[in-house]
Nanobody, 117 residues
Framework: QVQLVESGGGLVQPGGSLRLSCAASPSRTIFSFYAMGWYRQAPGKQRELVAS???????NYIDSVKGRFTISRDNAKNTVYLQMTSLKPEDTAVYYCNKKAGTMYSWGQGTQVTVSS
């Protein structure tokens, strides 16, 4: 069974940056075939897809993060990244990664991002 492990979250001031990582295991996971996404869930809100990247590295973002977030992937490492800059308090949420569509992997624990002064 594929396991997703997210990391890199933390407490940051408005305007700050963070880089999130999501590693899929076991290493024999056929990770590269799938479009992957970063999702977030804020307290009291539904989980939303904020960024996605296809197997050939085409990317897509929701409007509120365009120009601030960058998704990337390293298929050799079975890892997806989310570089977040110019962070805002409204970016505060637990961030998860998973497939963009289709039968999802089991959700990981996520990584908490808190943007506050």
């Amino acid at each position: 069974q594929v396991q997703l492990v997210e990391s890199g979250g933390g407490l940051v001031q408005p305007g700050g940056s963070l880089r999130l990582s999501c590693a899929a295991s076991p290493s024999r996971t056929i990770f590269s075939f799938y479009a992957m996404g970063w999702y977030r869930q804020a307290p009291g809100k539904q989980r939303e897809l904020v960024a996605s990247i296809t197997d050939d590295r085409n990317t897509n973002y929701i409007d509120s993060v365009k120009g601030r977030f960058t998704i990337s992937r390293d298929n050799a490492k079975n890892t997806v990244y989310l570089q977040m800059t110019s962070l805002k308090p409204e970016d505060t949420a637990v961030y998860y990664c998973n497939k963009k569509a289709g039968t999802m992997y089991s959700w990981g624990q996520g990584t908490q991002v808190t943007v506050s002064s």
